[in-house]
């Protein structure tokens, strides 16, 4: 079977065991490890695109509101993500090197440090809502509708970082299976909350038969609280399964108690802080880019945010193989297999490569169709689609800077690639954008993005190739 459980857990013995690996077994896990992530966020993305395609029907101004705060939505959800791999990479190490009992003591720190650091998101992100839109330049017609989607996505933030760590430690386990089948839940969960709570109460004619759909009518509110509540019950799910129903990671097998142990905090800090940072400053260079933007009008932001959720289905691949990388590269570096990390990595990313140039290419063409899925105005489709054709081409190079980051995650190498990700984002990408967003409007920003990816990617081919990753 493409997809088999025992086959990829025997695969995944050999590593832990010492066993010889031929070069289609090295491919088959790694294909094995990937293919469910790869699925999960391909369904993720349609997700938002149904998400977008919903709130689109309403008009610009909603999907503007939406857009104008998505970019520091992502910014506490990748606190939130760095959190759960400072604790998740060292229970990678630990399984490949056969110490399940320390595995779960990592697991039982990562729960009360995760828990702790979502509350203090929350706290934080609700502050800051009501005057986030005007700090982003958004203007008064979507200010209020901006304000009230973050606030209600900032009340989720601990299960939003509980369903975090659960998956991450699910994934470094090597299940891959059960993270993606609580992402396909969470987006169908999401589709239907979003019907329900986005439009009012209507009748609907199918086959000739009136059906009367129930409706909430609250608009880009009824968007935030279709997809947070979605997480919630997904988050619970995915918890319960990680901590308490997994073979290896329960902390409910035998009879270990708790004992403090600061090296799991230390090791943790070590490999997270780089990557906190990096989120934060990243995700801040985001906003910096809405602030770009903005000034260019609603169309524009909307048309933005549009391009962003399509662009989504080229590169979850990367995201998907990166995923297998990180569990793959981690258990190798805890069973003291060196060797077989390199080959894994390149395996991986040359894999990466050749799939998003495919998808690059596929983008290119189907540019416009992608954009009138989730908006029926004329200006936003041409907008949009004119952008998605200038990144198309930076797409392999993409999956060069995607994997091999997560190559060096799995290795515990977080600062360096940290680095290379900061210095290009801010120093290339925004220097540029801002320069050709005066004279090219929104296509002179993502063309800065496609200089900047690209020039990304071979400063990460290079970091792979070096292998100073593997001797952290």
């Not at 790869?38 to 857009?67: E, H, P």
């Not at 190490?93 to 509350?119: P, Y």
Request: aromatic fraction near 12%; proline fraction near 3%.
């Amino acid at each position: 079977m493409i997809l088999s459980k025992t086959k990829s857990e025997s695969l995944l013995a050999k590593i832990r065991n010492g066993e010889a690996m031929t070069e289609g077994d090295k491919l088959n896990l790694i294909f094995q490890l990937s293919l469910p992530s790869i699925l999960a966020q391909v369904t993720n993305v349609m997700m938002f695109f149904i998400d977008q395609a919903m709130v689109g029907r309403l008009g610009a101004q909603a999907a503007a509101s939406i857009g104008l705060v998505e970019s520091t939505t992502w910014l506490f959800g990748g606190l939130a993500s760095a959190v759960s791999m400072g604790f998740s990479v060292q229970v990678a190490h630990f399984i490949g090197a056969n110490d399940f009992e320390k595995a779960r003591q990592v697991v039982r720190h990562g729960i009360i440090t995760a828990f702790c650091v979502s509350l203090m998101i929350m706290l934080i992100a609700a502050i800051i809502s009501r005057p986030l839109p005007y700090w982003l330049g958004g203007g008064a017609d979507i200010a209020a509708d901006a304000s009230r989607y973050f606030l209600i996505f900032s009340l989720a933030a601990p299960f939003f970082q509980m369903n975090n760590l659960a998956s991450s430690m699910l994934k470094c386990e090597g299940n891959m299976r059960l993270p993606s089948i609580m992402s396909v839940a969470v987006c169908a969960l999401d589709v239907v909350f979003n019907f329900f709570f986005i439009f009012p109460s209507r009748t609907i004619n199918i086959l000739g038969t009136d059906l009367f759909i129930p409706g909430a009518g609250l608009g880009v509110m009824g968007a935030a609280i279709g997809t947070a509540t979605a997480f919630v019950c997904v988050s619970l799910i995915q918890s319960w399964m990680a901590f308490f129903r997994s073979k290896i990671l329960s902390i409910r097998i035998g009879s270990e108690k708790f004992v403090f142990f600061a090296n799991y905090l230390r090791n943790a800090f070590n490999i997270g802080a780089p990557m906190a940072v990096q989120m934060f400053l990243m995700s801040s260079a985001q906003v910096i880019s809405t602030m770009i933007v903005a000034p260019l009008g609603n169309f524009a932001i909307a048309a933005n945010t549009f391009a962003i959720t399509a662009e989504s289905l080229c590169y979850m691949p990367g995201y998907g193989i990166g995923d297998a990388a990180t569990t793959l590269v981690g258990q190798s570096m805890g069973a003291g297999r060196r060797d077989l990390c390199f080959s894994f990595a390149k395996m991986a990313v040359w894999s990466g490569m050749i799939i998003m140039a495919i998808m690059g290419l596929i983008m290119f063409f189907t540019a416009y169709d992608l954009m009138a899925i989730m908006t029926p105005v004329e200006e936003i489709r041409q907008l949009g689609a004119s952008s998605l054709r200038i990144e198309a081409f930076a797409e392999p190079m993409f999956a060069a800077s995607i994997i091999v980051y997560s190559v060096c995650v799995g290795a515990g190498d977080t600062l360096h690639p940290a680095i290379i990700n900061l210095s290009c984002m801010w120093f290339v990408r925004l220097t540029l954008a801002a320069w050709l967003a005066k004279d090219y409007g929104l296509p002179g920003v993502w063309t800065a993005m496609a200089i900047e990816l690209s020039f990304r990617g071979l400063l990460f081919l290079v970091r792979l190739y070096r292998k100073k990753w593997l001797k952290i």
